[in-house]
């Protein structure tokens, strides 16, 4: 089993940039792919971006294209999410996943940072 935990999160004004962390512990070695996914107040929750772990490819939400970065550290086994121009709705909260091989959902689910975006 893999344990996510994630940081970074808080309150910034429209147009900052944040950078939010999760660091990933446990059976690091069955990791296909970590995302993130966010969910608003009375919203569904909304995939983000994801990584595949070995090789680094990336994918993005249509919401956050050319705003967001995912990257990873396999040393650390940490993945880190740039977020840049921010806005009012891009607050959520903000939780990191982790799929293992030869699974077709997330299994693991840190337990969330709250992102607040407001002037």
């Known amino acids: 089993q893999v344990q996510l935990g994630e940081s970074g999160g808080g309150l910034v004004q429209p147009g900052d940039s944040l950078r939010l962390s999760c660091a990933a512990s446990g059976r690091t070695f069955s990791i296909f792919r970590m995302g993130w996914f966010r969910q608003a107040p009375g919203k569904e929750r909304e995939f983000v971006a994801s990584i595949v772990w070995s090789t680094g490819s990336t994918m993005y939400g249509d919401s956050v294209k050319g705003r967001f970065t995912l990257s990873r550290d396999n040393a650390q086994n940490m993945i880190y999410l740039q977020m840049s121009s921010l806005k009012p709705e891009d607050t959520a909260v903000y939780y990191c996943?982790?799929?293992?091989?030869?699974?077709?959902?997330?299994?693991?689910w840190g337990q969330g940072t709250q992102v607040t975006v407001s002037s």
């Open positions: 996943a982790a799929r293992p091989t030869g699974v077709y959902e997330y299994q693991s």
